[in-house]
């Protein structure tokens, strides 16, 4: 759990990377900053932990790149009073920084070595959302609407079940398209029956599946 003043001094000149391809949000790249990502990469990528780069991680998934985590994260214009459901918890990258940001983080993950990984990693590091096991296509409507919803892998389409799920006014972001190459959308509900689109740019995600990779025991 060491992030010592190498891991920093390389995290700074990460930030500052980011901030010269066009990030522009402090709140951002202060909490990107704080965020020990090597801790959530596998040991034989560690290495490259400050690399602006995508790598892999368990159950065949990748931990983001960090420009695409903070150009999804900015785009949702956050703000520490945001309900947030995040889609796709993988290794926990994504979902620490928003905690950094101070949301109310609820996020949901289907492959059970990553929300395991998750769970127990977040709450050590001193971040605190509420875990979910399941469906993502499903989002979590017992416990909505959200503010904001940031989906971090690739959907064919813009799921309804999730755009139910954003309170009127609120945000998604989330990569659509099919598994080689996706465009970012942005979901904006408008009224209660009226919802938004634009679009943010080329990325490649996995992509999102339906259902869980096993049975909670």
Do not use: W
């Amino acid at each position: 759990m060491e992030d010592n003043f190498r891991h920093k001094g390389l995290r700074k000149r990460l930030i500052d990377e980011i901030r010269q391809k066009g990030i522009r949000d402090e709140s951002v790249l202060q909490a990107m900053g704080k965020v020990p990502r090597h801790l959530f990469m596998d040991n034989s990528f560690l290495g490259f932990a400050y690399v602006d780069k995508a790598f892999p991680i368990s159950a065949g998934q990748t931990i983001s790149q960090p420009y695409t985590v903070a150009i999804q994260t900015e785009i949702l214009q956050i703000k520490r009073s945001d309900k947030v459901l995040e889609v796709g918890t993988g290794s926990g990258y994504q979902a620490a920084v928003l905690c950094e940001m101070g949301v109310s983080l609820y996020t949901i993950e289907r492959q059970r070595a990553l929300y395991d990984f998750s769970r127990l990693l977040l709450p050590r590091l001193g971040y605190h959302p509420q875990f979910f096991y399941g469906d993502g296509y499903q989002g979590l409507p017992t416990y909505g609407p959200f503010d904001k919803i940031i989906v971090t892998a690739g959907a064919e389409s813009v799921p309804e079940k999730l755009k139910e799920q954003l309170v009127v006014g609120g945000k998604m972001v989330i990569p659509v398209g099919d598994r080689l190459h996706q465009v970012m959308k942005i979901v904006e509900r408008v009224t209660e029956n009226e919802y938004t689109e634009l679009e943010a740019g080329n990325f490649v995600f996995v992509p999102m599946l339906p259902g869980v990779s096993d049975q909670l025991r």
